[in-house]
């Protein structure tokens, strides 16, 4: 099976400044990786993707780096605004099963 | 508007009860997908179905059940037999149109108590 683990549970950042959050999956043949903000009591929104043969992506103020050697993704936020505060989750899928996993989540709070 | 729905947004129910959570989607998205989030947790997946009349279960599905008997609705129900049942249940959807990976989906979510 899959399991992905967020490096932090918590991540505290300054507005203005860039923030990283970190995220490593244990199965090789993972071949597809997403990321979601999720704010409190709502569900999760699409941040950013990638597949296992790019190594890099980049969204408006995001990007998604794939180390698939260690088996770690990173996800970069530039200028952090206070708008960016809520819980991000890296998530893994894998050949036929479409379904995802989800690590357990990192909340970034961002000060003002 | 496209999007998925959930209702309701809370429900409480009584230990012992069955009770069904509901998930409508209008994206013609042929994947349908319920997770569990309990707090300070990941979301872990309860059963997907990839196409109408068929449906496959994930890492906790004991105590729970689905039906996908049309391609917009998948509903959960919650029996008696899960022994905590307490949680926020989410739906999501995907369109998995040939071969490749494509984001699902959420839909607002279920917060149900069980009292």
């Known amino acids: 099976g899959e399991s992905v683990g967020l490096h932090l549970p918590t991540l505290s950042v300054q507005e203005g400044d860039n923030s990283i959050i970190n995220c490593a999956y244990s199965?090789?043949?993972?071949?597809?990786f997403i990321w979601y903000k999720q704010e409190s009591g709502k569900g999760p929104q699409f941040i950013i993707d990638?597949?296992?043969?790019?190594d890099k992506r980049q969204g408006q103020r995001v990007t998604v780096l794939l180390n698939k050697t260690v088996k770690h993704l990173s996800l970069q936020i530039a200028a952090t605004q206070p708008g960016d505060s809520a819980v991000y989750f890296c998530a893994a899928s894998q050949g036929g099963r479409r379904a995802l996993t989800f690590g357990s989540g990192t909340r970034l709070q961002v000060q003002p | 508007d496209g999007g998925i729905t959930q209702s309701p947004k809370y429900l409480f129910r009584k230990e012992g009860q069955n009770v069904t959570l509901s998930c409508e989607q209008n994206l013609n998205h042929d994947a349908m997908y319920w997770y569990r989030q309990d707090p300070g947790q990941g979301l872990r997946l309860i059963y997907y179905s990839q196409i109408v009349n068929d449906f496959q279960k994930g890492d906790i599905a004991e105590g729970y059940s689905v039906s996908r008997e049309k391609k917009e609705s998948f509903p959960l129900t919650v029996t008696s037999a899960q022994k905590n049942p307490t949680a926020f249940y989410l739906c999501?959807?995907?369109?998995?149109?040939?071969?490749?990976?494509?984001?699902?989906?959420f839909g607002p979510g279920t917060r149900l108590t069980v009292l």
């Open positions: 990638i597949r296992s043969n790019m």
């Open positions: 199965n090789s043949a993972s071949d597809y």
């Open positions: 999501a959807s995907s369109d998995t149109q040939g071969f490749s990976y494509n984001e699902q989906f």
